[in-house]
């Protein structure tokens, strides 16, 4: 009997080093829970090409937008534990909507396998051009001024820049009209055509039309000023104690062979680290912060407990 056990070890060493020397043999794809154009969309994309050029099989970007995440979430959820469906999930997806929505028919901490951090970054506080405030003391003075007449839009119910205007409107003692977008690059073109007023949305897609000068740029919803844009006030320089920062990670369904999940950690660890892809995320906001499994998990943990109290705070539920 103790033969048979050690042979059986043995075999099931053999069979999850294979399991990680053969990954991948077929396209993977990587599901993108929001729709093509933002932050997560972008993170995906580079993923893809440096890791299709790496193993030399095909790796497509499927965005599944919807429900704050949930529906592309969900499907990852549900997919084969075997390395070829992964996740790029939010702070939204992740960490918040299981205190927000009251029907989610999954457990991300029981269905989701965390692989790796990818980037932290802030929300940017911006403005349409035609909103007479330059500064955060400016902008809360005219919109106690307008009390419920300003709209301001997010890349869905429930995401972290839907939230960050929540703790805005709590803190400064003010109301607003919320209009959901299914990402951020809807919420910027709905301000480049004057359809709504006010935006706390991913720096990585709005800085660049904050430089060009269509939207204004008032604050960094950081605790520290970042260093993309280090003359750019926070958010808790006028509110203290505000603070919402954003991140994006990569995700497997819970299940997948732990040697597969390392060995993509570890591909992200190289992307993330080259020259170009470090410069072309800070370009954006973000800061590069790849990690193991274990260390992403128990980020994730105290994210939860954070993220959980603000929605509890803000007492918005979402059936």
Known sequence: MRALLAFAAFLSVVTLAHAQESW???????????????????LARILQQHMQAKFGVPFTVENKSGAGGSIGTGFVAKAPPDGYTLLVGTVSSIAINAFL?????FDVTRDIQPVSLLVRFPNLLIVNPKIPAKTVPELIAYLKANEGKINYGSSGNGTSSHLSAVMFELATKTKMTH????????VVNSMLGGNIDLAIDSMTTVWPFATAGNVRALAVTTPQRSATAPDLPTISETLAGYEATAWQGLFAPAGTPRPIVEKIAAEVKRVW?????????????????????????????????RWGEVVKASGVKID
């Open 101 to 105: 929505y009251t029907k989610l028919n």
């Open 179 to 186: 209009i959901p977008f299914r990402s951020t690059a809807e």
């Open 273 to 305: 680290e080259l020259p170009d892809v470090i410069s072309q995320l800070k370009n954006v906001g973000a800061e590069p912060t790849p990690s193991t499994p274990d260390e992403f998990t128990a980020y994730i943990a105290a994210e939860r407990g």
């Open 24 to 42: 991948p043999q077929r396209p993977v794809t990587i599901v993108v829970p929001f729709a093509a154009g933002g932050s997560a969309d972008l």
